[in-house]
Structure formats: structure tokens, C-alpha cells
Nanobody, 124 residues
Framework: QVELVESGGGSVQPGGSLRLSCEVS??????LAWFRQAPGKEREGIAA????????HYRDSVRGRFTISLDNAKKTMYLQMNSLNSEDTAMYYC???????????????????WGRGTQVTVSS
């Protein structure tokens, strides 16, 4: 059973940075991803990483500001978020699935494993 636990959320001022962590336990999956859901909006996949070679994929809205990474020894995925703005305020989730980068789709088949989320609030 794959289990994921997020941490690192909090409140930050616009322009600031945060690093989220996602601890992964259980069988290795090929694809790990970060999602977010803002109040009143649909959940969206923002970044994915291939556990095999570290290949990455980003949503356009975060490319260049966010960096996804994976420490296989620690079985922990990270999301470094820089230049944060109010539109980044959301609950952030990590997910795992069998195919890269499709685990970023969020469907039951491609993203079957989810964490409980960590809140990120960007406000002055």
C-alpha cells in the first residue's frame, strides 16, 4: 500500500518561498506529482517527476518558479516554490501513479494514491 504524507505548508508573504515535502512509503511508483486546489476551484496538477531518471513535467503557471525533486534514498519528494503570489494560495497534495507524466492528470486510474494535503497561504 502506497502512503503519502505532505508537510511544509504555511503562510508566506508575496514574493516569498516555501518548500513542501511528501514522504512516500510502500511500493515504488513510477510517477509522483504535486496538485493544488484553491477555494472554489478545481484541483489541478502542477508538477510531476519520474522516479526512474528524475524527468520532470510542469504546468505552465508554475514553470520557472516551482521545482519538483525526488530523494530516492529518503523516499521523499519536494516542491520548492519561489516568487509566490496570492494565486498560489491553495491546499497542496502529493499523489502517485504508475505512468509518468500521467499521474499529473488526477484520475483514479493514473493517480490512485493521495496524501491528505498541506495548506499554503500567500498573503501580506
Amino acid at each position: 500500500q502506497v502512503e503519502l504524507v505532505e508537510s511544509g505548508g504555511g503562510s508566506v508573504q508575496p514574493g516569498g518561498s516555501l518548500r513542501l515535502s511528501c514522504e512516500v512509503s510502500g511500493p515504488t511508483t513510477s510517477c509522483l506529482a504535486w496538485f493544488r486546489q484553491a477555494p472554489g476551484k478545481e484541483r489541478e496538477g502542477i508538477a510531476a517527476i519520474y522516479s526512474g531518471d528524475g524527468g520532470t513535467h510542469y504546468r505552465d503557471s508554475v514553470r520557472g518558479r516551482f521545482t519538483i525533486s525526488l530523494d530516492n534514498a529518503k523516499k521523499t519528494m519536494y516542491l520548492q516554490m519561489n516568487s509566490l503570489n496570492s494565486e498560489d494560495t491553495a491546499m497542496y497534495y502529493c499523489a502517485a501513479g504508475p505512468r509518468f507524466p500521467l499521474c499529473m492528470l488526477g484520475t483514479r486510474a493514473e493517480s490512485p494514491h493521495w496524501g491528505r494535503g498541506t495548506q499554503v497561504t500567500v498573503s501580506s
